[in-house]
């Protein structure tokens, strides 16, 4: 086992206990009427057929626990039905290529019956899939969340399944997304009623109008991309518990008030701000075979490429290669993860004087020039010579005021999951702003941050384990208890104590003669305890 693999976390180290435990199924329905099937046909093909590579091999807790998926287009066809997606991909696989041969010739009007009825036969089939589940099946979600995908108007499709659906029981409906794939551009001639022309305002303008059917109902356009299409089908991937909130924010209290009545001080308490949290990117421990993939900073072994070499020879250096310049004030933070390692100068014994003093010049002009320009590098790993890998990491180099760089990891698509975040169009009202300004001034402010500063109390942490897992032995009872083991070792067996007495005193040479004139004392024998052998000897 390589050096990668051996230090790569768990998934129960990357995943919390309490996380991803009430993921829904996910029941995907597709729209394949020509034309649009056409235009759409393989650009969701391959990226539902790259999102299920990943999810079914994400280890961990199940992100998406079944799926399910329809083919509208003349009639409601299942391809799918409910399946557990981890360790399923070659059925996942095949489901796929019968996705991708529907005809895509022709010109059909979808009817919007057609939805209504596969949205109701995928609750009724989850209603007996959850009937029938044998005992050992996680599954904690009462409720389905449905995804339409289509290339007519999101809204106008929405308008229909709500009328259909009023009248229909959908307790276990938990969310009915439909996604717009944009394709309009590419039918200039094509008639304004088949056209899916509404766009994001104007949905949003007809939202309010939505009837309440009990389930959340949205609708989400995208264009005719693979990326685009994949991002709709990660965010499945993201913890969907939201029974409460993941982070409470504390801001130091201010406003301290006087009692007249007490003659005390009241302290009031700290500002809670609720948040929830939103993984970034799919942590590569989470991926098995796969140890090139993702950067591993956590120490050089990690870093160092596995070498075939014999143990006690050096492992060759790593190769990255510089493929692009980056803005620095262009590199958001979110997309660089793991834990950084300093990069420096070589000093190296077995380069020649000259050539040392070269390389650190260069060094030394390569973070002066990144420094003066405001850039990062962008680098790439290069494949060990001989190594059948072909999965690529990114690295982002940072420059400092010292002699060094800074490396780190960089995301890569595969790795990414959908984050839209709103932007910050208006000012906050002025009362939180007056609140929040006036919490922040109680803090101490620093120029310069020192981590010198901050204690873990991890020291006394690890010495109150160490003591605890092993009981603390004096240096002399160790020694007494090894003498006594030692003697346990040599002791005959209580039922041939007899017989081996003899046999002892038989096998011990008998003391020399003394010399005439002098007393002689008798020769020692050994009886049946060997335990007091020890103490003969001392005496």
């Known amino acids: ?33 020509p034309p649009w099937w056409s235009e759409t ?19 961990g807790p199940s992100r998406v626990p079944l799926l399910s998926l329809y083919a509208v287009s003349l009639q409601q066809e299942c391809l799918l039905p409910f ?22 010739e022709g010109c059909t009007r979808p009817r919007a019956e057609l939805l ?52 229909s029981d959908l307790v276990n409906l938990r969310r009915l997304l439909v996604v717009h794939i944009a394709v309009e551009q590419n039918f200039p001639e094509r008639e304004p009623s088949l056209s899916p022309e509404p766009t994001l305002k104007q949905n949003m303008d007809e939202q309010g109008d939505c009837l309440m059917l009990g389930a959340e109902m949205d609708v989400q356009l995208v264009e005719n991309s693979v990326v685009a299409v994949e991002n709709v089908l990660k965010a499945w991937l993201h913890d969907q518990t939201g029974e409460r909130e993941h982070l409470q924010l504390f801001l130091p209290a201010f406003g301290e008030k006087l009692s007249s009545k007490t003659n005390t001080v009241h302290r009031p308490n700290p500002v809670c701000i609720k948040c929830d949290m939103q993984e970034r990117l799919v942590s590569p421990a989470l991926l098995p075979g796969t140890p090139d993939l993702g950067a591993k900073t956590e120490s050089l072994r990690d870093f160092q490429p596995t070498s075939k070499s014999l143990s006690n020879q050096s492992p060759p250096p790593q190769r990255l290669r510089v493929i692009k310049a980056l803005r620095a004030d262009g590199v958001c933070q979110s997309v660089l993860y793991g834990l950084p390692l300093i990069i420096r100068p070589t000093t190296c014994w077995q380069l020649d004087w000259d050539e040392m003093e070269n390389n650190q010049q260069t060094f030394h002009a390569l973070c002066h020039t990144l420094r003066t320009r405001y850039w990062f590098l962008l680098v790439r790993s290069e494949p060990e010579f001989g190594s ?31 984050c839209n975040l709103p932007f910050l169009n208006e000012d906050p009202s002025l009362n939180a702003l007056t609140m929040v ?25 690890l010495r109150m384990r160490g003591l605890l897992s092993r009981p603390y032995t004096s240096h002399s009872e160790s ?61």
């Open 41 to 59: 046909c393989s650009v969701l093909c391959e990226a539902l057929e790259n999102f299920l590579a990943l999810a079914s091999t994400l280890e």
């Open 83 to 104: 399946v557990q997606v981890k360790g399923n991909l070659a059925r996942l696989h095949s489901c796929v290529e019968e996705l991708r041969s529907l005809p895509k």
């Open 479 to 539: 020694q007494s208890q090894g003498r006594g083991q030692r003697r346990d070792n040599h002791r005959p067996a209580e039922g041939s104590t007899s017989r081996q007495q003899g046999r002892v005193r038989a096998t011990i040479a008998p003391l020399a003669s003394a010399p005439p004139g002098k007393m002689s004392r008798p020769p020692l024998t050994l009886s049946h305890s060997s335990a007091h052998a020890p103490s003969l000897c001392r005496q």
């Open 388 to 418: 059948g890998s072909r999965v690529f990491s990114y690295y982002v180099l940072q420059p400092s005021t010292s002699l060094s760089l800074l490396l780190k990891p960089v995301l890569t698509r595969e790795l990414m999951l959908p």
């Open 116 to 167: 209504r009825q596969a949205v109701l036969d995928s609750l009724q089939q989850y209603k007996h899939y959850t009937h029938h589940a044998t005992q050992g099946n996680d599954l904690k979600s009462s409720s389905v969340e449905v995804t339409v995908l289509t290339s007519q108007s999101g809204q106008i499709v929405l308008k229909q399944l709500e009328q259909s659906l009023k009248d």
């Open 437 to 461: 300004e006036m919490c922040l001034e109680q803090l101490e402010e620093d120029p310069v941050f020192n981590p010198l500063c901050l204690r873990s109390n991890l020291y006394t942490q």
């Open 1 to 33: 086992m390589s050096g990668r693999n051996r230090y790569c976390p768990s998934a129960s180290q990357v995943c919390r206990a309490s996380s991803f435990t009430r993921q829904p199924p996910r029941v995907l329905i597709v729209d394949t009427s």
